[in-house]
Nanobody, 121 residues
Framework: QVQLVESGGGSVQAGGSLRLSCLVS????????MGWFRQAPGKEREGVAV???????MSANSVNGRFTISRDKAKNTLYLQMNSLKPEDAAMYYC???????????????WGQGTQVTVSS
């Protein structure tokens, strides 16, 4: 069973940084594509960044150059480093695992509970 537990969310001023973490069950990194997704109130869930079992990464245009996805297989942890945060980055952030190389949320099968990110201007 795949289990995903996010942490690291919080409140930050615009221009600040946060690092999100997602603790995953063993072998998840080697088996599934992993990704970070977000959903703001009244908006659809959207892909932020994904990483393949081989280490390939892909990011949404809106976060390119500001957010970086990475992982530590030894710690079974996925990360999202978020720099130069903007008010429009505020959302619930979710970690997910799935079998398709995609930024589309529906392609992912397993989801964490989410961690809230608030960005004040």
């Amino acid at each position: 069973q795949v289990q995903l537990v996010e942490s690291g969310g919080g409140s930050v001023q615009a221009g600040g940084s946060l690092r999100l973490s997602c603790l995953v069950s063993s072998y998840t990194h080697s088996t599934y594509h992993m990704g970070w997704f977000r959903q703001a109130p009244g908006k659809e869930r959207e892909g932020v960044a994904v990483i393949s079992p081989y280490g390939n990464t892909m990011s949404a245009n809106s976060v390119n150059g500001r957010f970086t996805i990475s992982r530590d297989k030894a710690k079974n942890t996925l990360y999202l480093q978020m720099n130069s945060l903007k008010p429009e980055d505020a959302a619930m952030y979710y970690c997910a695992a799935g079998g398709r190389w995609s930024l589309v949320p529906s392609q992912y099968d397993y989801w964490g509970q989410g961690t809230q990110v608030t960005v004040s201007s």
